[in-house]
């Protein structure tokens, strides 16, 4: 991995790619490129080889069976392991976040698929589909929480092994499915359910990405339209819900 000029590599979006979480991949370039980093976005499509050298891979939200296509072309080609073996970070979202786990399953009979396992994390389809503005608290790596804004839409719950950890702790919404914690961190890979896109929304969970991938603490970089924008998403998320 090239620390000088960091590769985002977002995967597969023509399979992952109708919640707009694309926008994850712009953030995290941009917020880079404004700290005067020389940062890549890469895209990359199924039949396309995955890079090795990327700092941040990125996979986004999507329909049952395009999950099914990603897991195979993901396992077929293997660059993001050996990506995540030599550093770099992966951030999930939704169906890539479900991906990532053991396993999920698809459709009315609900077939059991194996996932990347990556994260010690089980999908299955939930009693009811889960939709809204959601609220999440995650506690930084200083100790101090953070509200996270988004918004879910899901048909499957995951239930984390102990393996993997919870990324967040629920306030509005259902995140994981228990509507108690949210999301999961594994090593260098972090699943969550918010779209938003998420990282948009949440600047200080793309800073904490950013410093992982790159081993050392970016300076602040406040932007207050986006304070201010997500102010109006936290609030609208309390007032959405009982
Ligand atoms: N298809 C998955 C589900 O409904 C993921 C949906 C999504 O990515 N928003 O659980």
Redesign the pocket.
């Known amino acids: 991995m090239n620390t000088d000029r960091p590769k985002i590599v977002l995967l597969y979006q023509s399979l992952l790619g109708i ?1 707009g979480d694309h926008g994850n991949a712009v953030v995290l370039t941009k917020r880079l490129q404004w700290r005067g980093i020389d940062a890549e976005l890469v895209t990359v499509e199924p039949g396309q080889k995955v890079p090795t050298d990327g700092a941040v891979y990125l996979l986004g ?4 069976t395009a ?1 099914i296509t990603a897991v195979q072309e993901l396992k077929a080609d293997g660059g993001l392991f050996t990506a995540l073996d030599d550093g770099a970070m992966l951030f999930a979202v ?2 890539g976040y ?1 991906i990532c786990g053991k396993s999920f399953t698809i459709g009315a009979h609900d077939e059991v698929i194996e996932g990347l396992g990556l994260l010690d994390a089980e999908t299955r389809r939930g009693p009811q589909r889960a939709v809204g503005e959601v609220l999440h608290i995650w506690t930084q790596p200083d100790g101090n929480t953070c509200p996270i804004t988004g918004f879910e ?4 719950w995951t239930e984390l092994g102990s393996d993997a950890k919870p990324l967040a702790a629920v306030e509005v919404g259902w995140g994981n499915g228990n509507r108690r914690d949210e999301g999961a961190v594994q090593g260098r890979v972090i699943g969550t359910y918010p ?1 938003g896109p998420v990282l948009a929304r949440n600047p200080q969970l793309a800073d904490h990405v950013l410093d992982m991938a790159l081993g050392r603490h970016l300076e602040p970089l406040d932007i207050p339209e986006i304070t201010a924008l997500r102010q109006r998403r936290i609030d609208a998320a309390r007032t959405s819900r009982p």
């Open positions: 919640y939200g999507g329909e049952d999950q939704c169906a479900q839409n899901h048909g499957g779209h």
